[in-house]
């Protein structure tokens, strides 16, 4: 068990922190919508904003260990969940807006594509080892 856990260290990090973040960007999304009533797309853009800038801090801590610029890895990272948040939010749009499936549904299996999409470019494009 223990030799498993050294060989996924970094997939286990990932998806522990992921869970978190995803957690902080439900509870954010939830309370915006359901306390607050802000439609679909501006409480998603929120909570999106809100998850990224934790997941930024714990994956390069926790997850990553970024050695690398602290600028450079923080404009890769929201670039790449600039792109993920922009997918997440057009198929909010279209599925709950357009097609009325119900939006915690639409959320939590989009939110699949999405912790894999961020896992890919946090590990090969941000927070990389580059050359000094």
Do not use: C
């Given at each position: 068990m223990r030799a498993f856990f050294q060989k996924h260290r970094q997939i286990i990090d990932y998806l522990f922190w992921g869970a978190a973040?995803?957690?902080v960007n439900y509870l954010v999304y939830f309370l915006l919508t359901r306390l607050l009533f802000l439609n679909t797309v501006p409480a998603n853009v929120i909570a999106w904003a809100i998850s990224v800038?934790?997941?930024f801090w714990v994956n390069r801590a926790f997850v990553f260990h970024g050695e690398g610029n602290l600028f450079t890895e923080f404009f890769l990272f929201t670039g790449g969940r600039v792109f993920s948040g922009v997918l997440e939010t057009g198929i909010l749009w279209l599925f709950v807006d357009i097609l009325r499936f119900h939006d915690m549904l639409v959320k939590v299996i989009t939110g699949v594509v999405v912790v894999i999409l961020n896992y890919i470019f946090s590990k090969?494009?941000?927070?990389?080892?580059?050359g000094k």
């Amino acid at each position: 068990m223990r030799a498993f856990f050294q060989k996924h260290r970094q997939i286990i990090d990932y998806l522990f922190w992921g869970a978190a973040t995803t957690a902080v960007n439900y509870l954010v999304y939830f309370l915006l919508t359901r306390l607050l009533f802000l439609n679909t797309v501006p409480a998603n853009v929120i909570a999106w904003a809100i998850s990224v800038i934790f997941a930024f801090w714990v994956n390069r801590a926790f997850v990553f260990h970024g050695e690398g610029n602290l600028f450079t890895e923080f404009f890769l990272f929201t670039g790449g969940r600039v792109f993920s948040g922009v997918l997440e939010t057009g198929i909010l749009w279209l599925f709950v807006d357009i097609l009325r499936f119900h939006d915690m549904l639409v959320k939590v299996i989009t939110g699949v594509v999405v912790v894999i999409l961020n896992y890919i470019f946090s590990k090969f494009i941000i927070f990389v080892k580059r050359g000094k």
